[in-house]
């Protein structure tokens, strides 16, 4: 069965620096997705980037950015610019065609001002 | 665009009380429909999910069960609460074309049993 790990229970960073968050995942599958979604106080599950498996080129949305290494079954999530409204709980996420979401158990971040 | 409703935002109910917890999404046809449930600081499971009206597909055994008695409504329930079903009750969908792609949530329900 497919897992997913974040190995960083808590993450903390300064306002307007950059932080990453690690997560890997274990799958026999060649094409699937992967997923960072992010989960503020108000406790709503956001999309923040999505990454297609059979794509080298890493996705990024403004100030988010992720760092897929396939080989490794490695999905971080890079936040530049790192803004107050970052703080959150963020969930790594890997979906195989066809199949269900595999969560992992999440980071939380907190951005010191 | 679409969007995805929850009902209620919050509930407190007694053990051993009925529970009926409604998802309806707009602007979609044929989604798939999912209920999760998120204990206080731990990470999402996945109970319920659905491709078509009627249709239900189970993953965790429990006293809850869920119905779609329309296209795009999905609702959960139980006959009688348990303490251990407390908790942050998500439901979420996904184009119902592919194959289950992007999921999307809506802003979930928090239930309290005591």
């Known amino acids: 069965a497919q897992t997913v790990t974040q190995s960083q229970p808590e993450m903390s960073v300064q306002e307007a620096e950059t932080v990453t968050l690690s997560c890997t995942y274990d799958?026999?599958?060649?094409?699937?997705?992967l997923f960072w979604y992010k989960q503020p106080p108000s406790r709503q599950m956001i999309l923040v980037i999505r990454q297609e498996a059979y794509k080298q080129q890493n996705a990024t949305e403004n100030r988010f950015s992720v760092n897929f290494q396939k080989a490794a079954k490695s999905f971080s999530l890079k936040i530049s610019d790192s803004q107050l409204g970052d703080a959150a709980m963020y969930f790594c996420a890997y979906l195989n065609y066809g199949q269900n979401f595999v969560f992992g158990p999440g980071t939380r971040l907190s951005v010191l001002p | 665009s679409q969007t995805i409703h929850q009902w209620p935002a919050t509930l407190v109910q007694p053990v051993g009380s009925p529970l009926s917890l409604e998802c309806t999404v707009e602007g979609t046809s044929n989604p798939n429909l999912y209920w999760y449930r998120q204990a206080a600081g731990r990470g999402l499971q996945l109970l319920f999910y659905s491709v078509g009206i009627g249709q239900i597909s189970s993953e965790v055994p429990q006293n809850l069960s869920a119905s779609r008695p329309q296209d795009r409504q999905f609702i959960l329930s139980s006959k009688k609460l348990l303490l251990s079903d407390s908790g942050f009750y998500l439901c979420a969908w996904s184009p119902g074309t592919s194959g289950k792609e992007t999921q999307y949530f809506g802003p979930g329900t928090r239930l309290l049993v005591l």
């Open positions: 799958t026999s599958e060649s094409d699937y997705y």
